[in-house]
């Protein structure tokens, strides 16, 4: 059964929603290029981050209930343009069998959004538990990664960079093992069972984009949400995307 993607963030993004639903939203934001820049990948076709950024980040802003418009993919429009300038695409008016191009048809944007992901770190924690008594084992791993993203907020008539953000969160996983011996009629007979449980990347990175993307749009339209973000004065775990630097003022 299909459901809706959700993350930790999706209570919090639910809550700035709403904070900026009593704000007139006069800026229109498009989103550019927020691409992979870690380099690695598991060979040259399988990259081990997510090709996805760009559409995550759009996705972020809907939920907001900021006003988009499509920059990114126009590969549709422009082909119904050029075919509409060859006067190929018909029109319903008798009186002109095909469609006219208007000028000044298309909403500009005032801001774009752009970035990508900057950091991987693998095994940047890890513990190790072993346990043997008698016949039976048991041992435990922990480990820990780090992800980061870095976006841009860009005015999109003077190309100045208005706002820029860095955030990162700790991917965590764990494995467990237990092991018991035993001899059987002179015969060794070993017997195992492991566990393994790690957080997903490819989610992890969404909740990373969508932390970055809320620090964006509460400093264009300058609305504290703090108070979205914590849970009796605490920011949950599972929210754990933090930025890399000190917070700035904006001016």
């Known amino acids: ?58 996705s972020a802003l809907d939920k907001l209930g900021v006003p988009l418009v499509e920059r990114y993919d126009t590969s549709v429009a422009d082909l119904e343009l050029r075919y509409a300038n060859q006067k190929l695409i018909g029109a319903e008016n008798e009186e002109q069998p095909y469609k006219e191009i208007l000028a000044g048809v298309l909403d500009p944007s005032d801001y774009m959004i752009m970035g990508g992901i900057t950091e991987l770190d693998f095994n940047i924690y890890s513990t190790a538990f072993d346990l043997q008594v008698g016949r039976g084992s048991r041992s435990d791993r922990l480990y820990a990664i780090s992800v980061a993203v870095d976006l841009r907020m860009v005015n999109t008539e003077t190309l100045r960079v208005v706002d820029t953000v860095s955030f990162k969160k700790q991917v965590f996983g764990r494995e467990n093992q237990n092991g018991l011996t035993l001899e059987l009629l002179d015969t060794g007979l070993g ?61």
């Open 1 to 58: 059964m299909a459901v809706d993607v959700e993350t930790p963030m999706s209570g919090p993004m639910s809550c700035v929603r709403d904070k900026l639903s009593g704000r007139q939203k006069s800026r229109t934001l498009t989103v550019g290029k927020i691409d992979d820049y870690t380099g690695f990948s598991q060979d040259t076709t399988r990259p081990v981050l997510t090709r996805g950024a760009t559409l995550m980040v759009i």
């Open 191 to 251: 017997v195992s069972s492991r566990e393994r449980a790690q957080e997903p990347i490819q989610t992890s990175i969404r909740l990373v984009l969508e932390r970055a993307v809320i620090e964006l749009i509460s400093g264009l339209y300058r609305v504290d949400t703090g108070s979205c973000l914590t849970v009796n004065g605490t920011t949950p775990a599972a929210t754990n995307a933090v930025p890399e630097n000190p917070p700035k003022s904006k001016t």
